[in-house]
């Protein structure tokens, strides 16, 4: 069955707006959020936390750090307006759950922390709302598990008025963790469709890539986020110069830079060309058996992984290949699958990769430098593709962006 006609959101300019939602987890050390909101204000643009945060900030979240956590800083002061007496809060009862204390609601923290920062200059304190009573319900949603960032109504919300906000161009995540699959469901991919912004994330954003592209439509950039990269101390040249070609020029990014030192390990040698989709291996696993499960029929497969050990990305893998999606790829191209080494037993994520890999006479490739590596590649998900496999690269064909 055939999906819908691509579409490609509008070309980042210098003074554009760059909303930050946080659709996974929450931050465990919140200088990030305030380092990677200078980051982009010094690039040129604009920067606007999303509205169901904001909204949160406005009912008065306050709070101090609950054990294990860094605290928040006292004020993120990224504008020269901009001072912490603009966003007082009462005291440490949350707007999530009226009643709850803030230091035993570490989601509500999170909200609070990313709205405290003020404004740049020139900017409306808040954007347009998408709807009032929606806003409101999220924010006065149940108490939400730890590892969340927020109430699921609340991060959808926050991702709908995103896209609803006519001056975001673009959209980046706060970071990745867990917590995207279940927004799924609740997604307006209609909005999404007729409202077309660059989306930026990886890791757990993977199941928001998964979904834009099937159900919307939509190009999506697998890219780097606010933890841990774009609010590093210092943001690698690569990742600068990756991200910036894929998202503010409309041509072709052309091929992918190798990185000094990770030579990338030809598998199967050959050539094949075809859409560009994939992404974390975990969270592509996770759709398999829903509306949202992948499409690679004829396409070029992108998979990394963090933190796994070999035999379960042997599992993961081997599932996609009993589901058929393995040898419907015209290719595949893995990325560094950073920490999955399994010491003790010996083995590697390369040679679990090639076993399963390798009989299938597809072509592919190790060690695109995308995923979970500290200078990484922003990757057009939508988007044609060449992948050379004997020679070790991936060239993008087409632009990922439209003409402003």
Known sequence: MPGLPVVKPPVLKKGDTIGIIAPASPLADWSYLARGIKFLHRQGYRVRPGEYLEQLLRDGVTAPAPPGRAAPPAAVNLSPAGNAGDHPGPGPETGLNPGVNAAQHPGAMAAATLIGAAPLEGQPDHPPAMEAAAVMAAAHAPRCPAYLAGSDAGRLAELHCMFCDPEVRAIICLRGGYGSLRLLAGIDYHL??????????????????????????????????????????????????????????????????????LPPVTIVPGRAAGTLTGGNLSLITATLGTPLEIDTQGKILFLEEVDEAPYRIDRMLTQLRLAGKLEAAAGIVFGRCSGCEDAVAGSTPLEVIAGIIAPLSIPCFYGLPAGHLAPQATLPLGVNALLDATAGTLTLLEAAVAPA
Request: charged share 10%; net charge negative; no cysteine.
């Open 192 to 261: 999404i469709r007729s409202h077309p912004k660059i989306l930026v994330g990886y890791s757990d954003i993977t199941a928001l890539h998964l979904a834009a592209n099937k159900l919307a439509g939509l190009v999506t950039f697998h890219g780097p986020m606010i933890y841990p990269e774009l609010g590093g101390e210092e943001v690698p040249a690569y990742t600068q110069e990756n991200l910036w070609s894929a998202i503010t020029a409309a041509s072709p990014p052309g091929s992918i830079p190798p990185l000094a030192g």
